[in-house]
């Protein structure tokens, strides 16, 4: 399977934002966005003003979300013509597709500290949904679907530490910590995703 191979924290630096790829690092003081926020490389550290072309801009927003899901050209490709085919907003319906993603749903219930840690899980096959195991980290959940921890694998000290323990999450996800399993409420909303994103840089782009 094809991966990005580039240190994570040299993709936040890269893109002049935390792209939060290594969980709980990227809130402490030893956060690469912390210590050094420059770009990479040998111009790093240099005084002159860095400016873009209006393709330029475009291609940074690009990569941007790319490395903040963890997904490649051919398969976000892919998301953005099937968004072109859908009714709505082109940029809008491209990220909630991408929201839907199943390991993002296991990162956003908090089950995973990170994007990365939580297409882990899903390729190890460690997560289920509707009671069955599901193994492609990029399956589209839908509206009343409930994502668990597979039964054998809930005694596991990492899971267990989600026992008893209060998670923040969007309002389209609803989450059980006793029982290590949770339900899609509603379809995301481009209100559930990060604003910081701006996506119709993404559409332009891919228009030209």
Not at 17 to 40: D, H, N, Q, W, Y
Not at 61 to 73: A, F, N, P, S
Not at 134 to 162: H, M, R, W
Request: hydrophobic share 35%; aromatic share 6%; net charge positive.
């Amino acid at each position: 399977m094809a991966r990005t191979i580039e240190p994570d924290c040299r993709q936040c630096r890269r893109e002049g934002c935390k792209l939060f790829l290594k969980g709980e690092r990227c809130t402490s003081k030893k956060c690469a966005m912390e210590r050094r926020p420059v770009i990479p490389g040998q111009h790093g550290n240099s005084k002159r003003r860095v400016t873009f072309s209006e393709y330029g801009t475009q291609l940074r927003e690009k990569q941007k979300v790319k490395r903040m899901y963890g997904i490649l050209e051919n398969q976000f490709r892919m998301y953005y013509e099937k968004a072109k085919r859908m009714e709505g907003a082109t940029g809008a319906v491209m990220l909630t597709l991408i929201e839907r993603r199943l390991d993002n749903v296991v990162y956003r219930m908090g089950i995973a500290v990170s994007r990365k840690q939580a297409r882990q899980m899903v390729n190890h096959g460690l997560i289920t949904v509707n009671g069955r195991r599901v193994d492609i980290p990029s399956y589209q959940v839908k509206a009343g679907d409930v994502i668990a921890i597979k039964e054998n694998k809930q005694d596991n000290v990492a899971f267990k530490e989600l026992r008893g323990s209060k998670i923040v999450m969007p309002k389209w996800l609803e989450f059980d910590s006793n029982t290590l399993s949770g339900k899609i409420v509603a379809l995301p909303s481009r209100e559930d995703i990060d604003s910081d994103i701006k996506e119709q840089l993404i559409v332009e782009m891919y228009s030209r």
